[in-house]
């Protein structure tokens, strides 16, 4: 299991708040790519692109497989769009016993 914590606060926090363990499937990419569009959902793909310095070939793929996860869904055009992060898609199950 990796380190949600060097992957961005945004997440993890919303993770450790619900006592839920992220889906297996999320890698830590995914996670740091979800964590810049929790801080600005309107965000570009060239930003993203500079702010993780990735290529933006690597962009696009990793935002199709969190579309297809159904974790990441685009609402809206283009410019006047907005990403959309569900929640419930990214737990897998909560857990009462679990320390945030």
Same mark, same amino acid.
Request: glycine share 4%.
């Given at each position: 299991?990796?380190?949600?914590?060097?992957?961005?606060?945004?997440?993890?926090?919303?993770?450790? @708040?619900?006592?839920?363990?992220? &889906?297996?499937?999320?890698?830590?990419?995914? &996670?740091?790519?979800?964590? @810049?569009?929790?801080?600005?959902?309107?965000?570009? !793909?060239?930003?993203?692109?500079?702010?993780?310095?990735?290529?933006?070939? %690597?962009?696009?793929?990793?935002?199709?497989? !969190?579309?297809?996860?159904?974790? !990441? @869904?685009?609402?809206?055009?283009?410019?006047?769009?907005?990403?959309?992060?569900?929640?419930?898609?990214?737990? %897998?199950?909560?857990?009462?016993?679990? %320390?945030?």
């Amino acid at each position: 299991m990796w380190n949600l914590k060097e992957v961005g606060k945004s997440v993890y926090n919303y993770i450790s @708040e619900k006592r839920c363990y992220p &889906l297996v499937g999320l890698t830590k990419l995914e &996670l740091k790519i979800l964590n @810049e569009i929790k801080k600005d959902s309107k965000i570009s !793909l060239s930003d993203i692109e500079k702010k993780l310095n990735i290529s933006r070939d %690597t962009v696009k793929e990793y935002i199709s497989r !969190l579309k297809k996860k159904k974790v !990441l @869904e685009r609402i809206g055009k283009t410019s006047k769009g907005y990403w959309k992060i569900n929640y419930k898609f990214i737990t %897998t199950f909560q857990r009462k016993d679990v %320390t945030p």
